[in-house]
C-alpha cells in the first residue's frame, strides 16, 4: 500500500508562473516529511524537512508547508533551472525514507 | 563540501555475471543505504547499514544482494548473478541520522545488464 501521493506527475509552467506541488500521505506518527529535488541522471538532493502540521520552510522560489495529511511545495517565480523532479518522503522515525514518485517539473523560458 | 561518491558511474556486464558496485560516504556518517531508480521509474529503497550490519531491507533485497564496509570507509553493494531487471540507477546514500535526518546522495552507478 501507497504511503505516500505525488500530484500532479509532471507539471509545465511558463517561467515566473507560480504553482503548487502536493504531497498526500498516510504514515501514522509522522516524525518528518522531506522534500527532495532530483536532477536528470543525478542522485536526490535534500531540499526541506518539516516535523509537525502548521511548520513552513523556504529556500530561494520554494516554500515547503506541512498539515496533517498532506504537504505542499509553492514555486513562486519559478526559473527554468528550476525544473527537476521533486521527491517527497515522509518518515514515520527510524525507518528509511520511501520516496513518493514525484512530480516532473518543467518551467519554460 | 563534503559528498558522496560512487563508482563506477557506468557498468554493462552480461546477464548472470557478478558486479559490485562501490560508494564512498561522507565520512562521519554513521548510516548508509542503497537506493536503485529503474528508468522512468520511482527511487526505491534496497538496504540500510548500521554499526557493520544490515538494518533494514527491502524485498527487492533478495539472496542475490549483499552488502559490506569492507574498510571503513568503502560501502559496496555486489549482486551475485545479474538479472535484465537489474537494469537500473543504483544511489548510495548516507546520513548522521537514520529517518529524522537529511540523507546524501551520490551521483549513481547505471547498471546494464545485457
Known amino acids: 500500500e501507497d504511503q505516500v501521493t505525488q500530484s500532479p506527475e509532471a507539471l509545465r509552467l511558463q517561467e515566473g508562473e507560480s504553482s503548487s506541488l502536493n504531497c498526500s500521505y498516510t504514515?501514522?506518527?509522522?516524525?518528518?516529511l522531506f522534500w527532495y529535488r532530483q536532477d536528470p541522471g543525478k542522485g536526490p538532493e535534500f531540499l526541506f524537512t518539516l516535523y509537525s502540521a502548521g511548520e513552513e520552510k523556504e529556500k530561494e522560489r520554494l516554500k515547503a508547508t506541512l498539515t496533517k495529511k498532506e504537504s505542499f511545495l509553492h514555486i513562486t517565480a519559478p526559473k527554468p533551472e528550476d525544473s527537476a523532479t521533486y521527491l517527497c518522503?515522509?518518515?514515520?522515525?527510524?525507518?528509511?525514507?520511501?520516496f513518493g514518485k514525484g512530480t516532473r517539473l518543467s518551467v519554460i523560458a | 563540501e563534503p559528498e558522496v561518491t560512487q563508482t563506477p558511474s557506468h557498468q554493462v556486464t552480461q546477464m548472470g555475471q557478478e558486479v559490485i558496485l562501490r560508494c564512498v560516504p561522507i565520512?562521519?556518517?554513521?548510516?548508509f543505504y542503497w537506493y536503485r531508480q529503474i528508468l522512468g521509474q520511482k527511487v526505491e529503497f534496497l538496504v540500510s547499514f548500521y554499526n557493520n550490519e544490515i538494518s533494514e531491507k527491502s524485498e527487492i533485497f533478495d539472496d542475490q544482494f549483499s552488502v559490506e564496509r569492507p574498510d571503513g570507509s568503502n560501502f559496496t553493494l555486489k549482486i551475485r548473478s545479474t538479472k535484465l531487471e537489474d537494469s537500473a540507477m543504483y544511489f548510495c546514500?548516507?546520513?548522521?541520522?537514520?529517518?529524522?535526518?537529511?540523507?546524501?546522495f551520490g551521483e549513481g552507478s547505471r547498471l546494464t545488464v545485457l
Open positions: 504514515v501514522s506518527g509522522l516524525r518528518g
Open positions: 546514500a548516507s546520513g548522521l541520522q537514520p529517518g529524522t535526518g537529511e540523507l546524501f
Open positions: 518522503a515522509p518518515s514515520s522515525g527510524n525507518t528509511p525514507l520511501v
Open positions: 565520512s562521519n556518517h554513521l548510516y
